[in-house]
Every structure is written in structure tokens, then in C-alpha cells.
């Protein structure tokens, strides 16, 4: 069985299990936020992080990395943890994080910039200082913008690899 599994935060830089094949993409109709809370990665319970989930968001594109993962070793891991507007691939398969705190206790919802900047920057876990995700996260989306522009330009391969 082959799956494709769609990245929007760190697994955009590190896919953590191994994949037969990486492309960019994006899916339309969602938009990335910092409401999920990290108690285990980027944050302690005590003082958790903020990291990346997917809401809802009309006319919006989300943009990140599509893995293709064969072999039920790598399917068992993954699932743990051109100028078209239609998608290249569908059937692709998204974490997205429930809004209901009741069935996901990490999640910490929407709050002022301010206070999502404080708690950011003060939070550390076992994976290292959640501000370090919030730059590596910005790294990334800058290289797929790169990678799409060059795309565009007809330097690269059409699945987002410069030549």
C-alpha cells in the first residue's frame, strides 16, 4: 500500500520516517495556526510550547510538503505522530488537531500575538527551544517559495527539486 502524508509544520524539515518520494504542494481551504500546544517536543507540561495545526479557513492555501511513504514499517511511523490550481495528488492524508479541548488537551487555541510571542520564546522541551521551531518552520516555507518561484521560472523539475 502507498500513502502520501502531508507536512505543514516540522514535518516539512524533518519527516521522521522514511518516504520514497517528496514533493511541495499545498491544500487549499486551511490555514496554518499556533494553537496547538507542545508538552512533549517544544514545552514541558508545566510551560508548554505553541506549534503548528491546521483550522479551517475559507479562501485560504496552506503550503508544505507531500511525502509518498510504501511499506508498512514506514506507513506504522509515519501515521504515529505547474500554474494549476488543483492539487497533483489527492487521497493525501493530514493530521489536523481537534479544537476541542475536552479530546485534545494540548490544544491552547487562538490569544493575543503578544502572549503567543511570550510563550514561544520561553518555552523549551526535549526537541529544543520552541523559538527554534517557529525559525525553522520560516526557513522552510522560504525554500519552498524559492523552490516555486525557480519552479515557475523553468529552472527546476516540476516536483519543486531546483536542477
Given amino acids: 500500500m502507498v500513502l502520501w502524508v502531508f507536512g505543514y509544520g516540522s514535518l516539512i524539515w524533518k519527516a521522521g520516517f522514511h518516504y520514497d518520494e517528496r514533493r511541495v504542494g499545498f491544500i487549499k481551504g486551511y490555514r496554518r495556526f499556533f494553537h496547538q500546544g507542545s508538552t512533549d ?3 514541558t507540561p508545566a510551560n508548554p510550547g ?11 492555501t496552506c503550503w508544505g510538503v507531500a511525502y509518498r511513504v510504501s511499506g508498512q ?17 489527492s487521497g493525501v492524508l493530514v493530521y489536523i488537531a481537534s479544537t476541542d479541548k475536552k479530546s485534545n488537551k494540548n490544544y491552547l ?17 526535549p526537541s529544543g527551544p520552541n523559538i527554534e521551531y517557529l525559525f525553522q ?4 516555507l522560504l525554500e519552498i517559495v524559492r523552490k516555486e518561484l525557480t519552479c ?12
Fill in 137 to 140: 518552520l520560516e526557513a522552510a
Fill in 152 to 163: 515557475k521560472d523553468g529552472d527546476a523539475t516540476s516536483n519543486g527539486d531546483a536542477e
Fill in 41 to 43: 517536543h517544544r514545552g
Fill in 109 to 125: 487555541g487562538p490569544a493575543p500575538l503578544e502572549m503567543m510571542a511570550h510563550q514561544i520564546v520561553g518555552a523549551v522541551g
Fill in 50 to 60: 505553541r506549534t503548528v495545526t491546521l483550522e479551517p479557513h475559507d479562501g485560504h
Fill in 73 to 89: 514499517e514506514a506507513e506504522d511511523i509515519a501515521l504515529s505522530d505547474e500554474d494549476s490550481t488543483e492539487p497533483a495528488i
